[in-house]
């Protein structure tokens, strides 16, 4: 019932809704199942792996090596190229005030905003007379980075880089 449970979802379970399927509240019980589903498929030869999150959540998910192959076949991706630019702005900025995105990516960027909210990625607050923008741990799960957002910068930095290297490799090559 886990692993189908983990599977349906597509998203990180905590133990709490992971007993309920099972009709237990002991979250050791849970979480002990969870870690022994884990291992049956560390030990399996499959494109899946379950791993165990920040705040006792469990996730089904494919292996990284397997994404880079199989990602075309995926039926479209959940953001567009505009709303996902406004995401990394926003991601590697927070938190960030809404006047400052609405600068930076343009008027667009409301409807980038509202459809990022629309999908639990980004939270708008309250700040005085401001809105301040910052992402959810929804979206620090989805994206397998940290809750901590010193360790989050620190990885979306080393993503970022790893980006715009073949784009300086291939300036490099072209002026040779």
């Known amino acids: ?36 589903l884990m291992e049956k498929y560390k030990n399996r030869d499959t494109a899946l792996e379950i791993l165990e999150l920040e705040g006792e959540r469990f996730v089904l998910q494919l292996k990284a090596e397997y994404t880079p192959k199989v990602r075309r076949l995926a039926t479209r991706p959940l953001l567009s190229r505009g709303p996902l630019k406004t995401l990394s702005y926003i991601a590697y900025r927070q938190p960030v005030p809404q006047p400052r995105v609405i600068d930076v990516r343009g008027h667009h960027a409301y409807g980038h905003l509202k459809q990022l909210e629309d999908l639990d990625l980004i939270i708008r607050e309250r700040a005085g007379r401001k809105k301040v923008i910052r992402t ?41």
């Open 1 to 36: 019932m886990l692993e189908a449970a983990l599977y349906v979802a597509g998203r990180p379970l905590d133990l709490k809704t992971l007993g309920r399927l099972i009709g237990t509240r002991s979250k050791t019980k849970v979480k002990r199942l969870a870690k022994t």
């Open 136 to 176: 959810t741990e929804f979206f620090a799960d989805y994206f397998g980075l940290s809750h901590d957002l010193r360790t989050m910068k620190r990885q979306l930095k080393s993503i970022f880089e790893d980006f715009a290297k073949p784009e300086l490799e291939e300036k490099t090559n072209l002026e040779k």
